[in-house]
C-alpha cells in the first residue's frame, strides 16, 4: 500500500513502475505531444520512492538515463527528417509555435550547449533537440551533449530524490510542496527569458 495516498502524482509514479517512467520520459524528451508531461517531477518522486524500497536506485537512474538519451535521439532525427515543415504547421493542442519560438531563443543565447541547459527548462527540453536535427547539428556535438544531460539531469534528479528520501524522515509529507518549488524553479528562465524579449521589444 502505498504509504502517503493523499499525494496523486505519487500514487501515479509508484502504480505506473519502471515502465512507465521510462515511457514518459523518453516521450517528454523526444517527441513534440510530450512537453506538458511532468519530467523532473516525476523523476524526483520516483528518486524519493526508491529510497522507500519501491525501486531499485541504481537500475531506475540507469533506465532513466538511456530513455532520456533515446529520447533525444528520437527528437533528433526527427527534426532531421521533417526539416523546416515544422515551421508551418499550425497551432494545435499538441503543438504551439511559440515553444519553438522560444526554443530557438535558447539556440541563440546559448548555441550547442542548449541541448545540455535544456534538460533542466519545461517545453524547451522537449523541442531543442527537435531543432538541433532540423538545424542539422553534427550528430557526434549533439550526442556527446544528450548525453551528458542525460546523466546530469535524468540520473541527477533521481538521485537527488534518493538521498533526500533517505536523509530526511518524513519527507514524503512535504512532496506537495517540492514538486511545486521544482516546477517554480523550473520556470524561472522561461520567465526571464520571456521578460527580457518584452523588454527589447519596448525599446
Request: glycine share 10%; charged share 15%.
Amino acid at each position: 500500500m502505498i504509504p502517503f495516498p493523499h499525494i496523486e502524482l505519487t500514487q501515479l509514479v509508484a502504480l505506473i513502475g519502471y515502465p512507465g517512467i521510462l515511457l514518459a520520459i523518453y516521450l517528454e524528451t523526444g517527441l513534440f505531444f510530450g512537453f506538458f508531461l511532468p519530467g523532473a517531477s516525476m523523476l524526483f518522486i520516483a528518486g524519493i520512492l526508491a529510497s522507500q524500497g519501491y525501486f531499485n536506485i541504481w537500475l531506475l537512474a540507469s533506465l532513466v538515463t538511456l530513455a532520456a538519451i533515446l529520447g533525444d535521439m528520437t527528437g533528433y532525427w526527427f527534426g532531421r527528417y521533417v526539416g523546416v515543415a515544422i515551421f508551418k504547421w499550425a497551432d494545435s493542442r499538441f503543438f504551439h509555435k511559440d515553444h519553438v519560438e522560444r526554443t530557438q531563443e535558447f539556440f541563440k543565447k546559448y548555441g550547442r550547449v542548449t541541448i545540455l541547459l535544456a534538460r533542466f527548462i519545461p517545453v524547451v527540453r522537449t523541442f531543442a533537440p527537435i531543432l538541433a536535427g532540423v538545424g542539422k547539428m553534427d550528430f557526434r556535438i549533439f550526442f556527446f551533449y544528450n548525453v551528458l544531460g542525460a546523466v546530469l539531469w535524468g540520473g541527477g534528479v533521481v538521485l537527488a530524490g534518493y538521498f533526500l528520501g533517505a536523509k530526511i524522515p518524513g519527507i514524503e509529507k512535504y512532496i506537495s510542496l517540492i514538486v511545486l518549488t521544482i516546477i517554480i524553479a523550473s520556470c524561472i528562465p522561461i520567465a526571464i527569458e520571456w521578460f527580457r524579449q518584452r523588454t527589447q521589444k519596448n525599446i
